[in-house]
């Protein structure tokens, strides 16, 4: 268990999923650089926690919900949390307050563009959820990531292979913040779309780390030999 004062933002397990690197130059070193993809996302978010919260037939929608969670070590923010009327006794299922009946909680994330290949706004979603779990004392089974290139939801189970992958990362992020070191860059395709690439430079940084290598690999062997 975490306390209050060691919490991390949530948003940084998708940027370690990424790349430790660029989690390490947000969070460590406090850079940041916008460009087209984040700005749009930036917007994105900010007019879905502007929308206020409501009241529909059989669901109650949060907006901008505040998230925490002393076993993961994690704090944060849902874009919207639907909280969908079900049967008493149902699975998940939860009360509110002031509002009859009983509800069970769903968590959605809006993303602005499509479903990515590897599983970093599922593991987000997943955190995310397992932060509504500790606050409500409910398990929940499913959340949804809505894609602003589709505008459609992509609906997302917490089973234990993924719920693992995220308190893994959440593990590892409190490591690396503890030891206070950006990790070194390796270059990858990937690091052509970041928006950190300008300071990070992972092209001449891995450059001169293979250099690195190579000299020090040089001179052992001319030890060896002499």
Known sequence: MYSEDDLLPLSGLQHLHFCERQWGLIHIEQ????????AEGRVLHERVHDGGSEGRPGVVIARGLHLYSLRLGLT?????????????GAEGAMQLP?????????????KR????????????????????????GVEIECGALFYGTSRRRTE????????????ELARRMHELYTAGVTPSAVYAKKCD??????RCLPRAISKRASVK???SRA????????
């Open 31 to 38: 850079q940041w650089e916008e460009n087209r993809l984040t």
């Open 76 to 88: 944060g923010q849902a874009d919207v949390v639907e909280f969908q009327e079900v049967e008493a």
């Open 98 to 110: 002031g509002r009859a009946g009983w509800w069970r909680p769903f968590p959605v994330e809006y």
């Open 113 to 136: 563009g499509k479903p990515k290949a590897d599983s970093c706004d599922e593991v987000q979603l997943c955190a995310q959820a397992m932060c509504l779990e500790e606050t409500f």
């Open 156 to 167: 997302v189970r917490f089973d234990g292979e993924l719920r693992r992958r995220t308190e």
């Open 193 to 198: 779309r970041c928006s950190l690439y300008g």
């Open 213 to 215: 290598r190579y000299m």
């Open 219 to 226: 001179l052992r062997s001319e030890d060896v030999e002499t």
